[in-house]
């Protein structure tokens, strides 16, 4: 079972479901022409899909596009169902950045026909994770930056400021369907700038805080 780490603690935390915001951020909507979501979208990845700093992704010889999506996530530390918004940060262990990596081609062509999409975001290493750092370092999580640097580049920058639906909303929400356990993690969806990933690139992510000082990055490379 894969399982991730909170920054100053020996606590390993397996992971037990992957929920991904989808839209989550209005322009990146507006770039892959979707209108803004009214609610908050959501899917699962497995957590076979994950890999950690250093890791490789392999791309998948069914597809010729796989898109990078910079994201911040989130560590659920306490188990909960149908949480208030008042409450819901309390549920909160971590917050890392992470790379929710997706097939567009396979995507586009499921929702042509009406069909599933988890193979173009859940296929294995489609999740790479930084560690975590505990979310009573961070305050609030709605003022923090996410950045993406591919081969020395900046190719996606932005910040959770610009959210749609704030962590609190989210967490409330999903919760009304999903009940969130301790390992689970959330992503919290990318912003506009996502692309097309080549062999041999490195991706190195980063979330920062409102004054743009490094929190925790993670780096990794296409196989």
Same mark, same amino acid.
């Given at each position: ?20 915001l ?16 009214? @609610? ?22 069914? @597809? ?100 749609v ?44 805080d ?8 993670? @780096?990794? @490379?296409?196989?």
């Amino acid at each position: 079972m894969k399982s991730v780490t909170l920054r100053g603690t020996d606590k390993f935390y397996p992971v037990g479901k992957i929920i991904c915001l989808g839209q989550n951020y209005a322009e990146h909507a507006k770039e892959l022409k979707f209108e803004v979501p009214a @609610s908050p979208v959501f899917f699962l990845k497995p957590p076979s899909a994950i890999i950690y700093e250093g890791g490789q992704i392999v791309l998948p010889e069914i @597809s010729n596009e796989v898109h990078h999506e910079v994201e911040m996530t989130i560590l659920i530390g306490e188990k909960g169902n149908n949480i208030h918004r008042c409450a819901a940060l309390k549920h909160v262990a971590g917050y890392g950045i992470g790379l929710d990596m997706t097939m567009r081609d396979i995507q586009n062509e499921a929702k042509k026909k009406g069909l599933p999409w988890a193979l173009a975001k859940g296929f294995d290493t489609s999740a790479p994770v930084s560690e975590f750092i505990p979310a009573e370092t961070i305050g609030d999580p709605g003022s923090l930056n996410i950045q993406l640097f591919i081969n020395g580049k900046l190719r996606q920058s932005s910040s959770t400021s610009k959210f749609v639906f704030p962590v609190d909303k989210v967490i409330s929400y999903i919760s009304q369907f999903i009940t969130f356990e301790p390992g689970d993690i959330i992503f919290t969806g990318t912003p506009e700038g996502v692309s097309r990933v080549e062999h041999g690139d490195k991706l190195e992510a980063s979330l920062l805080d409102a004054n743009k000082n490094k929190l925790v990055s993670l @780096s990794v @490379s296409v196989q």
